[in-house]
């Protein structure tokens, strides 16, 4: 007998050693296919595991529950780095902690939290800060017994006496309205479901607030209520399921404001707020295609509107006649300088501005006409109006920061143009001269430039040998801010370089950046992402191989996009709440988002918009082929992304994806949209995620 050699003998003993691994090693969910084909515009849509939408079926949650289990078998080992990781977070995080103190009406209000406490505790003084103090609201209290809690809206009457907020216990974004006697700490019987915004009259007594829809969850009807009523008459019922009911205050508390707004028209209704009862007067009627928004002061509507630029100029007119045929142009549209928000004070005006994707403050007076810009220190920063509910007032509070500079609130002095820091986030342990962050431009495909910022600590940046890690979001419209973040900073410290891609179809160089990534545009979003990973791997800000990317929500889908154009370019994946479905989803008239967004993504029951969308819908382009590692992460009560998108998402992945790269579904039975709402249990759900890539990533400690 012939015996083997000793390279076959340990390929036997391997090949058994390998065996038994696989044979004890946990294995995946394989969910059932039900097949479902839908023809429509020509084509057939496939959709599997379609059946998954059935919320009440015993077997989705079944199914979810296995895919939990597994998450938790397969992340095991990395528990104790999750931890770790958990606890150098929280050592840079003072838990105990009060904000700014702001004055209106007389009182000074301000949140505090405790350590130890998920959620804040909102207090006020009267007069003076060294006053007793006054608890409004103890969110702890509010959720206890409960599994989920959400504050919503939050209003103190003219008289300092009575307070409306609102509440979600589950995480649906459906809240409830609420009124507190802040004399006697009793709530009074006077509620009401499904409430969006709220806002009091003046009489002290009457209060506006808007619901929304059942099915759709759009805000879509204003009603009014008395203290003490038994029934809310609806004032107002806006029947174009395109748009949304918003209610405000102006600053002056003059005026009561009702904004209804689609993703691309908008229209604003006023009322004198001492008459709650009276009729609602329209500042200019909607006009497809444009949007505008107020403030007001001494009488005049300041009016930021995009009719003549998508980059929006400013506007005044008189109150007793806001209609275009008596606006006045303050600011004049420039295409390189969007302007992103206005705030009008009795004696001064500040107006946002956007100067190559940075936010700038420009402070004008009313009497001299004299503009300053607010000063910044850094690169790339976050700078925005702060709270500033006084009207009569020679001061302007402002918050600043940077991915290198924790959160500061500042307080800019009008008269002598100087301001004072009243208060940085204390952070335990950071020593700001050991980071640095850049603000380059990165060239997409078509040659325009892409704004992106970057971060790394000083002592571990060799260029070319860093991990990467790439955020972005790109849609809406919506700025990813260049913040500070406990979070990222166990990352950093790691030697891992941090970048956002400020991708079009967010709206950081303004409404032109976000409609270049939009519709029938949208495909910019993804390639803008791919180019930027390339691009800042070009120019040695990281190792090829050694590259992680995150999203969430619309983020998501990008992260779902990218995976399949490029799944070689990522190691590691991180996928939150994703929006994946864009087919399905869309489709149905019936979800919360879908017809609204309609002017975001297109309507797929066109067919132009139909083929387009379908080049890129994440769930519909998932292949037999290699895919990067994978960590999906979900909530089963989140009304924003449902969470059948995600489940789908990596039921169709598990079963077509050829590569041994793990995949991980986190599903959170009891979180909403932003997952758990404590702020522990977040801090330990990014955790888990960061421990996953850097895992992945070749860094276990």
């Known amino acids: 007998m012939r015996y083997p050699g000793l390279s076959a003998l340990l390929l036997i003993v391997g090949t058994a050693t390998a065996l038994a691994q696989s044979a004890s090693a946990p294995q995946p969910p394989v969910a059932e296919k039900i097949h479902k084909e839908r023809p429509i515009n020509g084509a057939v849509l496939v959709d599997d595991y379609g059946w998954l939408r059935e919320r009440t079926n015993p077997k989705v949650r079944e199914y979810l529950e296995a895919e939990n289990a597994y998450a938790e078998q397969v992340t095991a080992d990395e528990k104790p780095f999750a931890e770790k990781l958990y606890n150098e977070t929280l050592a840079h995080i003072k838990q105990t902690d009060t904000s700014v103190p702001y004055r209106k009406h007389g009182y000074w209000y301000y949140t505090r939290t405790e350590e130890g406490k998920q959620y804040p505790v909102l207090c006020r003084k009267k007069e003076t800060l060294s006053a007793p103090e006054e608890v409004m609201l103890d969110v702890n209290e509010l959720a206890k017994g409960e599994k989920f809690m959400s504050l919503g809206a939050f209003q103190v009457s003219d008289d300092s006496n009575l307070l409306a907020f609102t509440t979600d216990n589950v995480g649906f974004r459906q809240y409830k309205l609420h009124i507190k006697d802040l004399r006697t700490g009793k709530l009074l019987p006077d509620t009401a479901e499904r409430t969006d915004s709220v806002v009091w009259a003046s009489d002290n007594k009457t209060l506006l607030y808007s619901t929304e829809d059942a099915q759709t969850k759009r805000s879509n009807l204003v009603h009014l209520h008395i203290l003490g009523a038994a029934s809310d008459p609806v004032v107002f019922d806006e029947k174009d399921e395109r748009y949304d009911v918003n209610l405000d205050r102006t ?3 003059k005026y009561l404001l009702m904004q209804t707004e689609s993703h691309v028209t908008g229209e604003i209704r006023f009322l004198t ?14 006009k497809e295609g444009v949007r505008y928004y ?29 209609g275009k045929n008596h606006w006045t142009e303050l600011i004049a549209a420039r295409k390189e300088v969007p302007i992103e928000d206005i705030d009008a004070f009795k004696d001064f005006y500040v107006v946002t ?45 402002y918050n600043y920061q940077s991915p290198i500079t924790p959160s500061s609130t500042f307080e800019y002095d009008v008269k002598t143009q100087a301001s004072t820091l009243l208060k940085q986030q204390e952070v335990p342990g950071f020593d700001k001269s050991k980071y ?19 971060v790394y600590r000083k002592d571990k940046f060799k260029r070319g040998e860093n991990p990467l890690f790439v955020y972005g979001y790109g849609s809406y419209g919506i700025t990813m801010p260049d913040t500070f973040s406990v979070t990222l900073l166990p990352l950093l410290d790691r030697g891992v370089v941090t970048t956002i891609a400020h991708i079009r179809g967010g709206g950081e160089l303004g409404e032109a950046w976000h409609d270049a990534g939009k519709m029938m545009t949208k495909r910019n979003t993804f390639t803008d992402f791919i180019d930027v990973t390339d691009g800042l791997l070009a120019q040695g800000y990281g ?3 050694d590259v992680g990317i995150e999203g969430g929500s619309a983020g998501g889908l990008l992260m779902g996009a990218v995976t399949n154009m490029r799944p070689d370019l990522f190691k590691v994946v991180l996928c939150e709440v994703p929006f994946v479905d864009v087919m399905n989803t869309m489709l149905d008239a019936t979800l919360p988002l879908t017809v609204p967004e309609y002017e975001e993504w297109g309507n797929p029951n066109q067919k132009a918009a139909f083929d387009y969308m379908l080049t890129y819908s994440p769930y519909d382009n998932v292949t037999a082929k290699a895919y990067p590692a994978i960590l999906v992460q979900t909530s089963f009560d989140d009304s924003q992304v449902m969470y059948w998108e995600p489940s789908k998402y990596v039921a169709k992945l598990r079963a077509l994806k050829i590569d041994q790269n793990p995949l991980i579904f986190f599903i959170n039975m009891h979180g909403g949209h932003g997952g758990s709402s404590g702020r522990y249990d ?14 992945q990533l070749g860094i276990t400690q």
């Open 294 to 322: 107020a403030d007001e002061a001494n009488s005049t509507f300041y009016i930021r509107v995009n009719d003549t630029d998508p980059s929006y100029r400013l506007v005044t007119a008189p109150v007793e006649s806001p």
């Open 543 to 545: 190792k090829r191989g």
């Open 353 to 397: 501005e956007r100067i190559k994707g940075l936010p700038v403050l420009q402070v004008v007076t009313n009497k001299t006409k004299e503009t300053h810009a607010v000063e910044v220190p850094e690169p790339a920063y976050f700078l925005s109006s702060g709270t500033n509910p006084e009207f009569e007032t020679d001061k302007f509070r």
């Open 273 to 286: 707020a001492d008459t709650p009862n009276g009729e609602w007067k329209i500042i200019e009627p909607r």
């Open 682 to 695: 977040r801090i330990h759900e990014s955790d888990r995620r960061y421990a996953f890539m850097l895992t």
């Open 436 to 454: 640095a962050v850049e603000r380059i431009f990165v060239p997409a495909k078509d040659g325009v430039g892409v704004p992106v910022t970057v």
């Open 251 to 253: 600053r002056d508390g």
